[in-house]
């Protein structure tokens, strides 16, 4: 797991002066923009769209990868895809795309302690969220091709790890660009600093902020945690990501190439969620032997946390959907046989 860390320090090093080799004699070229870093389960899927794209298409298409946000941050680069600028598709967590789209109800699936398991997202995501964000961003000109993975989203601090709401308000925390975080934020008592990814880490090092919360992977593949102490699992949040196109640039593909994409749902979602998934205990176990203090809250520590989430859900239930917020509450009912 060392070696993940150097091999993905070394990538980022790389992939901030690197470019792709151009599209060549391909009919068709998508510019496909991620901050998601060289050397992670997300790059490697990203890869495995870019080589069943272009294989399937036997060449029509060029896939050009542009990976550890050297086209700019999560929300300008879905900007860009639906702008009709650099970049015709791109893999981007769900917030950033619901922010940079204008699409509230994006940011559903990531209200906080919504989810008790990974096998009640996965159901949400499925069978009640993505056809209607589809739809949703079909109107604002971005194709939703699958849903990809982040995983839980904990808390890294600098100075304690947090056991209550008091312990996280003494850190000034970073906070994705997303309503969702900021609301939650703001219940949990602490007034955070909304960041984009590629400034974080010197944020970070500077003192700007002394913490922030994120995944597992991207918190090791980033090296956002090497100027934080303590790691406290409290899986507050599940982040989906989302891999989406320009709708304009699908809807120019001609007959033949078209069900390529839409067809990538049925070949990478399950493999790419898998593959995040299956590094979770590693990845903890290895913040270990490198120093990183790991805190696992009580049910009764977590508690007060979750009550206040629920304000929330509460406060944001209109703005983000109300019909679709009530599917949603239903099917879990339903799921959890409630």
């Known amino acids: 797991m060392r070696r993940f860390l150097i091999a993905v320090t070394a990538a980022l090093l790389l992939g901030a002066f690197a470019l792709p080799a151009s599209g060549g004699d391909a009919e068709y070229v998508i510019n496909f923009g991620t901050v998601a870093p060289e050397g992670t389960p997300w790059a490697d899927q990203l890869k495995g769209i870019q080589t069943n794209l272009q294989t399937a298409s036997k060449g029509r298409i060029k896939v050009r990868l542009f990976l550890s946000g050297v086209m700019g941050g999560e929300v300008e680069q879905v900007r860009d895809i639906m702008e009709n600028g650099r970049l015709q598709g791109g893999g981007f967590s769900s917030a950033a795309v619901a922010t940079g789209a204008n699409v509230p109800a994006l940011q559903i699936p990531e209200l906080p302690y919504l989810f008790r398991d990974l096998k009640e997202a996965d159901h949400v995501l499925d069978t009640v969220l993505f056809e209607p964000i589809k739809k949703q961003l079909k109107r604002r000109g971005l194709y939703l091709s699958m849903w990809a993975e982040n995983g839980w989203r904990s808390f890294y601090t600098k100075n304690k790890p947090v056991k209550t709401m008091a312990d996280l308000a ?9 309503k969702v975080h900021k609301k939650m934020y703001a219940a949990f008592g602490v007034q955070a600093v909304p960041i984009p990814t590629p400034e ?6 500077r003192g700007t902020v002394d913490g922030f919360d994120n995944t597992s992977l991207f918190g090791q593949a980033s090296g956002w945690f090497e100027p934080t102490k303590y790691y406290t699992l409290s899986r507050h949040i599940y982040q ?5 196109f320009g709708q304009e640039f699908v809807d120019g593909l001609p007959d033949d190439l078209r069900p390529l994409i839409e067809n990538l749902i049925n070949t990478e979602q399950a493999p790419g969620r898998k593959g995040v998934r299956d590094l979770e205990a590693a990845l903890i176990e290895n913040y270990r ?3 990183l203090t790991i805190y696992e809250p009580t049910a009764a520590e977590l508690a007060p946390f979750q009550a206040a989430a629920q304000g929330v859900h509460v406060e944001l239930r209109d703005e983000l959907g109300a019909s679709l917020m009530d599917d949603v509450s239903a099917a879990l009912k339903t799921y959890r046989g409630e």
């Open 240 to 244: 989906p990501a989302a891999i989406i």
């Open 289 to 291: 032997e490198m120093g």
């Open 170 to 178: 003494e850190h000034k925390m970073r906070v994705q660009e997303s």
């Open 200 to 205: 974080v880490l010197d944020a970070l090092n």
